[in-house]
């Protein structure tokens, strides 16, 4: 003889759910038309809140590479020596150096070039500097 257990969820029309918050077949009734004639109409219309569509990314443009500013670790001014197609130095400044490729740091050893020292002194004064007007604190130890 075989014992038959009686079911605990009550045997009434509607399925027994406790944790969910919403019945699973929800009638929704939506109006497209009243759809079709905003989306048209908001062409015309200014927007209400000019930095609602506004997309807020710091983005480093640094020779012919553009990078996020949250993959750049490390900025340095560096210096080395060419001989062809004749020996002088080369003054230069490099992003990620030293670093092996991942996730955080998609794109290493980013170097552009200068002839002479100050011109590279230059563009890392103005990169420093436009660096801290987009709202990066540099703390400077002298």
Same mark, same amino acid.
């Given at each position: +003889?075989?014992?038959? !257990?009686?079911?605990?969820?009550? *045997?009434?029309?509607?399925? &027994?759910?406790?944790?969910?918050?919403?019945?699973?077949?929800?009638?929704?009734? &939506?109006?497209?038309?009243?759809?079709? #004639? #905003? /989306?048209? #109409?908001?062409?015309?219309? *200014?927007?209400? #809140?000019?930095?609602?569509?506004? @997309?807020?990314?710091?983005?480093?443009? /640094? =020779?012919?590479? +553009?990078?996020?500013? &949250?993959?750049?670790?490390? @900025?340095?001014?560096? *210096?080395?020596?060419?001989?062809?197609?004749? $020996?002088?130095?080369? &003054?230069?400044?490099?992003?990620?150096? =030293? /670093?092996?490729?991942?996730?955080?740091?998609?794109?290493?050893?980013?170097?552009? +070039?200068?002839?002479? *020292? $100050? =011109?590279?002194? !230059? $563009?890392?004064?103005?990169?420093?500097?436009?660096?801290?007007? $987009? =709202? @990066?604190?540099?703390?400077? @130890?002298?």
């Amino acid at each position: +003889m075989t014992k038959v !257990r009686q079911s605990q969820i009550p *045997e009434d029309n509607k399925t &027994y759910f406790p944790n969910r918050k919403s019945p699973r077949n929800k009638k929704v009734d &939506y109006d497209l038309e009243d759809d079709e #004639d #905003d /989306f048209f #109409d908001s062409e015309d219309d *200014e927007p209400k #809140d000019p930095t609602k569509n506004v @997309i807020c990314r710091v983005m480093i443009e /640094f =020779g012919r590479t +553009m990078l996020n500013i &949250y993959q750049v670790q490390t @900025i340095d001014r560096f *210096e080395e020596f060419v001989e062809h197609p004749e $020996a002088h130095w080369e &003054y230069g400044i490099v992003i990620n150096q =030293g /670093f092996t490729p991942s996730v955080q740091t998609p794109k290493t050893d980013i170097k552009q +070039m200068w002839e002479n *020292e $100050a =011109g590279r002194d !230059r $563009a890392y004064e103005k990169l420093k500097e436009v660096l801290e007007h $987009a =709202g @990066i604190l540099i703390l400077k @130890i002298e």
